[in-house]
């Protein structure tokens, strides 16, 4: 039987954001949520997870800038009491000189990344809902850079702004930022209901991959992505630990109030929502173990869900993104999808002690 170890958490530092993302999964807000994780309860969820296997820790948000004591301290925390490295998702704008000096909070993790909405200031803050946040970015780049920083720049292109990423590439490699990681926008969060307009079509794809590699050859940029990325540029260089789906299979992502998704993408699709580690006293293990609809995933990605073999869908999950499926299938599609449907959801842990395969092991 195959063991599945949690080697991989994303976790929300906080639900709190200074920008306004029209594309956000997390839907973030201004004010701090009065069900926001404490310090004390991500550090308690942390812990517990390493007898699963936990090997990496993202702290992501909201923005993890918006509150540094809290990000400092867990930070760490994973770093001096649990020997687990992390990496953070910040957007930029929030960047100080002071916070990139050696023991200061950004020269813990062993990798940055900073994101563009698009390749100049019209396009990024049309997504971002703020004025001046493409300057912000821009200068917290540079700040990281020339602290000589592990940085890479998140590319998301939308439908018409994929053609200034070319030119926002050659910019970045000025100022001493040489590694960029394409990411598709997924069907989740804020970007659902405007997922047809807001993603790319496959003309725009296909050039901006051709873009993406003639400036990565001309400037020696590196330019990579993940799996589900990869599905609409596949000439990219393989992200590493990504070249295939790794969504509820070595990895979860955590919200700030605790509920529990398969990968970060997933994190606005509530149908793939595996459980509330509050309501599971900030243990992992058992969603993780017991999880009916992780397990499915699991089968999904092993293509053995017997159900998906009548599926009309192409490509299927098994060979695609089943965040992307979720997230743009028909309502016919719905009803027949074991993932999504509220029904076969009920019975989905039944249907594993019946197989009499648990969906995994706790890791030796």
């Known amino acids: ?45 942390l812990a517990g997870a390493i007898k699963l296997g936990l090997k990496k820790v993202g702290l992501t ?35 100080t000189r002071q916070m990139c000096t050696p023991d200061a909070l950004l020269s813990l993790f062993e990798s940055l990344s900073v994101t563009f909405l698009g390749g100049d200031v019209a396009t990024h803050e049309k997504m971002t809902g703020i ?43 000025t100022i001493g930022a040489t590694r960029i990681r394409a990411m598709a926008l997924a069907p989740s969060g804020r970007a659902r209901p405007i997922y047809g307009q807001t993603t790319p079509d496959e003309k725009e794809w296909r050039e901006f991959e051709k873009d993406l590699l003639h400036i990565s050859g001309r400037l020696g940029l590196h330019i990579e992505a993940g799996n589900c990325t990869r599905l609409s540029m596949p000439g990219l260089s393989v992200l590493p630990g990504h070249d295939e789906c790794m969504s509820g299979v070595n990895r979860v992502h955590i919200n700030s109030e605790g509920d529990v998704f398969p990968c970060t ?10 459980g509330n580690l509050v309501e599971e006293g900030l243990q992992l293990g058992g969603i993780w ?25 192409s490509p299927k999950c098994h060979d695609s993104c089943t965040v992307k499926a979720c997230g743009t299938m028909s309502d016919q599609e719905r009803t027949h999808c ?22 995994c092991a706790l890791v030796d």
């Not at 490295?85 to 960047?95: A, F, K, Q, R, Y």
């Not at 200068?139 to 890479?152: F, Q, S």
């Open 1 to 45: 039987m195959r063991r599945y170890a949690l080697e991989h958490i994303d976790i929300e530092v906080n639900h709190r954001c200074n920008l306004a993302c029209r594309h956000c999964s997390a839907r973030v807000v201004k004010g701090r949520p009065s069900d926001e994780l404490s310090a004390d309860a991500i550090s308690k969820i």
């Open 61 to 95: 948000g909201g923005e993890p800038l918006m509150d540094v004591p809290k990000t400092e301290r867990i930070a760490r925390f994973c770093l001096d009491e649990l020997g687990v490295p992390v990496h953070t998702h910040i957007n930029g704008t929030l960047v």
């Open 131 to 173: 004025r001046g946040s493409f300057q912000r970015s821009f200068n917290g780049v540079k700040l990281i850079a020339e602290a000589r920083l592990p940085l890479t720049c998140y590319f998301i292109p939308t439908h018409g702004t994929c053609d200034g990423f070319v030119r926002l590439a050659a910019k970045l490699k």
């Open 265 to 274: 993408a997933a994190s606005g699709v509530e149908e793939l929502r595996l």
């Open 289 to 313: 173990q017991n999880s009916g609809l992780v397990g499915q995933i699991r089968l999904v990605r092993e293509g053995r869900l017997a159900a998906c073999a009548d599926c009309v869908r």
């Open 338 to 359: 074991p993932l999504v449907s509220g029904d076969v959801r009920r019975k989905s842990a039944e249907v594993w002690f019946e197989r009499r395969e648990p969906p």
